[in-house]
């Protein structure tokens, strides 16, 4: 039996996101290589390591949404899931950088959560609420180091359907991105803005 069909899709859509991320795949650097680049660039100043990183996935968030809008419904069937992948791979890949950056272990499954809640931002927070973490009084990694790890296993489920069904669900993709040219602008803009919401949540909870 294979990987995907023992550990079913959302399981396996995680495993290949953070794989990834982290370790990278050809010229896509990996979180750890991005987050030693960053700190080198400032001189050793975390903060404004995370600061860079944020924008230059943003630029390159915006960039690809750009790219992928520009054919309109004429190629949207083939742009769409690469954009879409590729937007996921940046924003697992800025997450973990910014992890890494603050200290937090990118081999520690309970990093590895946090980074999948942040890049599903307030859905991501809804999930982890809903499974019994009081982020209110805690953090989002201390709580989930609070969980029993069966507890956990079962969020890290949930976040995988999560993330799976905004890859499937049809109401994923932007109506402007139909219109050629002119749509591609607003799939930039969407894009970045979706970038930002994930370094929010990035920044706020690792």
Same mark, same amino acid.
């Given at each position: 039996?294979?990987?995907?069909?023992?550990?079913?899709?959302?399981?396996?859509?995680?495993?290949?996101?953070?794989?990834?991320?982290?370790?990278?795949?050809?010229?896509?650097?990996?979180?750890?290589?991005?987050?030693?680049?960053?700190?080198?660039?400032?001189?050793?100043?975390?903060?404004?390591?995370?600061?860079?990183?944020?924008?230059?996935?943003?630029?390159?968030?915006?960039?690809?949404? *750009? &790219? =992928?809008? !520009?054919?309109?419904?004429?190629?949207? +069937?083939?742009?769409?899931?690469?954009?879409?992948? $590729?937007?996921? %791979?940046?924003?697992?890949?800025?997450?973990?950088?910014?992890?890494?950056?603050?200290?937090?272990?990118?081999?520690?499954?309970?990093?590895?959560?946090?980074?999948?809640?942040?890049?599903?931002?307030?859905?991501?927070?809804?999930?982890?609420?809903?499974?019994?973490?009081?982020?209110?009084?805690?953090? *989002? &990694? =201390?709580? !989930?180091?609070?969980?029993?790890?069966? +507890?956990?296993?079962?969020?890290?489920?949930?976040? $995988?359907?999560? %993330?799976?069904?905004?890859?499937?669900?049809?109401?994923?993709?932007?109506?402007?991105?139909?219109?050629?040219?002119?749509?591609?602008?607003?799939?930039?803009?969407?894009?970045?803005?979706?970038?930002?919401?994930?370094?929010?949540?990035?920044?706020?909870?690792?």
């Amino acid at each position: 039996m294979g990987v995907a069909s023992s550990r079913g899709l959302h399981n396996t859509l995680i495993d290949e996101l953070w794989r990834r991320a982290v370790a990278g795949i050809g010229p896509f650097a990996g979180a750890s290589a991005v987050a030693a680049d960053a700190v080198a660039a400032t001189d050793d100043d975390v903060e404004a390591a995370v600061r860079r990183i944020v924008g230059s996935h943003v630029r390159l968030a915006a960039s690809t949404g *750009l &790219l =992928s809008s !520009l054919g309109g419904a004429a190629t949207l +069937v083939v742009t769409a899931p690469a954009g879409m992948t $590729g937007l996921y %791979l940046l924003s697992t890949r800025l997450a973990a950088a910014i992890a890494r950056l603050r200290g937090r272990d990118l081999d520690d499954p309970v990093t590895r959560t946090a980074v999948v809640v942040c890049v599903l931002g307030a859905d991501g927070v809804e999930l982890a609420e809903r499974t019994g973490l009081d982020l209110v009084n805690a953090s *989002l &990694l =201390s709580g !989930l180091r609070r969980l029993p790890p069966e +507890v956990r296993a079962q969020l890290d489920t949930r976040l $995988g359907y999560r %993330l799976t069904s905004r890859f499937t669900r049809r109401g994923a993709l932007n109506v402007t991105k139909l219109l050629p040219v002119v749509g591609a602008p607003f799939g930039a803009g969407a894009d970045a803005m979706a970038m930002r919401t994930v370094a929010t949540f990035a920044q706020a909870h690792l």
